[in-house]
Every structure is written in C-alpha cells, then in structure tokens.
C-alpha cells in the first residue's frame, strides 16, 4: 500500500488500501472484530459511534495471522510519511505482536522525513534519551538490531560501555562473512576492531607486527569486496557499527591482547599507546597504573571527565596493592558522581569496598581516604 497525502485525514484510508485483498475473510471474523473493520471502512450498518480502533486493530491482526497460515505476507507500505493516524495506530500494534508468525512489515518513506512511529519505541519504550541515542547508532538503520539491542542490557551504565553486548542472533549475523576471508585479512579486521582509530597506516603496521611479514593493502581488498568495511587511501571505516562489535566478541581474549599489544607498538601518540598497552597487559603493572594516573589527569584537564574515568578503573585493576586499588577506584567514583551516574558510582564503590549507604549517612567523599 501506499501512503496517500490528500488521504492522510481521511481515518483508515490506508488501512483499507492494504487489507482489500484479504476482506473476502472478514466474514471468518469474530462478530465484534468484523463489526468494528466494516464500519471503519464505511462497509457495515451505519454506527452511532466511531470505530474502536483497538477492535479494528485486532481484526486487522487477526486476518493478517489468518492468511499468514496459508503463504507468508509481504505488506510493504510505501510513503509512510502520510499514512492516516488511525492506520499508523493500526499498523503499530500489529508490529508489536508479530513473532511466530510469517509476516514481515516493510515500512519506506521519502528522505527529510521522520517515521511516524519507530521500531526501537515500540520494542523498548522505556529507553531512556541516551540509551535510545546509542542504539540508534549502533543499530544505524538496521531493523533487526534495533530489535536485538535492548534484549541484552542488564543496567542503564551497560549503554555507557565501549562494547554493547550482543544477541547472539545478532552476532551470527554480523560476522557470518568473515569465515571465507583470508587469514590475513581476518586477522586486519581484528586489527581495525581494537583500533581506537581508522588509520589505514596503523592497521597494516600493526599486522605486519603480528604476522611477521610485509602487508599491503590488497590483504584488506576480499574484505572490501565481502562489504565489511570501506577502505580509501587513509582510512578503514566498518560499513556498518556492529559488524566491529561481532569481530571484537567472536575474537578470543589471548587474540584481542596480542592486536592491543601490536597497535601499541606502531601508535605514536602518548595516550593512545598506553591505552593500547593497558589493553594487552595480564595481571599487576605498577608502572603502568602510574602512567594511567597521569593519562587520567590529561583527560580530566582537557575536560575529558569519562575518559578519566574509564583510565583509572584500568589503572585500579592494575594495581598490586589492596590500597592503591580502592584509592583508584574512589578517585573514578569522585568523577561518576560528578557525572550524575549513580548505578555506576554503586558499582565503583563495591569495586572499593565502600558501602554505598556510607556516602549518604556520613557524607562520605569518594576522594578522602
């Protein structure tokens, strides 16, 4: 069906667009549900009172499920910008109850306009602004992802972690081409994935240090070629957001600390490096920790508050003495509460053996020691 723009006052014009070829059932419906869709479609005896859209809404869903169980349904609705209210009312809540069933809902509309109703909203309306933000992102139109997303997340501060956490549907179906590649080339992916950038020079300096040979940049053509990634003179770019998230959770840990290890031997920018050797260190690293104080107090200079953050819970995990952790982790719970994130300032707080409940009974400062 097709949105209609002088139709979109008229209540269930589009509606009726996409159910006439399934009306020779309406007769199969349950008495209230039928009175309900023939009235709305001026087809049934004159009513006294408007349709009630939820009736109209459960028969449209229930001829829909009906005709579903002899061929799959296609309903693909064009120029959605100008569907009626009452049709997109309609169509969303039959969105919501499609599971099991072999239907797909296939909603486009013209470029500058925004969807009347949005897939994400309808699967997790309780998003907050910034969770809702970041999946957008992350799911960067994909319908499947911005359905997978939210089933995953445990806490709002799960939406703050550099990696989301996937579905496992969602995993297959992102790294479901890297199979076929090259090693070479899977092991670049890998490189580009750990990346906190998109240097074409880095990734293939970074390979070469861990395949021990010279690599071009023909190594990432198959990759190209499979639409993983977009690749210029400069630059390495993912085509889509959660392909990298799929590599960096299909890669095993021994895997991701040898790419951290490489990057930070070819990265020439201080922060950076230590980031990246922070990434591939096992156990206690004093010197490490120290150096991370000091990245710490970059960012916070710089105005860089959760970036400060994040290096000193490195730096804590760090460290070799029972001290120096909790001090760590009580100067990142200083910056969590400054940041208005009370889940995470909890979290730290354990990390330090603090009881939260302390803060508010004894005015407790995360700092003070």
Known sequence: MTGVLAEVNLAFAGLQQALRPLMKLAKALPPRQQSALLNAFGLGEEAAEPPDVWLVALATL??????????????????????????????????????ADSIVLLLALREGFSLPFGLLDIRAPDLSGKLRDRFLKEAAGNPLALVELPHNLRTEDDGEAPWLPLTERLERTFSSRLSGLPGATQMLLNVAAENDGTSLHEILRAGEVLLAQNIGVDALAPAASAQLIDLDAMQVRFRHPLVRSAIHRTADVATRQKVHSALAAVIEDQDRRLWHRAAATVGPDD??????????????SRGANTMAMEVLQIAAKLSSTAKARRERFLQAAEIATDLGRPGLLEHLL????????????????????
């Open 62 to 99: 229930t001829l829909l499920t009906e005709s579903a169980t002899h061929k799959p349904i296609l309903l693909v609705v064009d120029d959605a910008q100008w569907l009626d209210e009452a049709t997109r009312d309609v169509l969303s809540f039959v969105s919501r109850r499609l599971s």
């Open 287 to 300: 010197d490490l920790a120290a150096e991370l104080d000091l990245m710490a107090s970059r960012a916070q």
């Open 350 to 369: 354990r990390e330090a053996e603090v009881e939260p409940s302390c803060q508010a009974t004894s005015g407790f400062n995360p700092v003070a020691t």
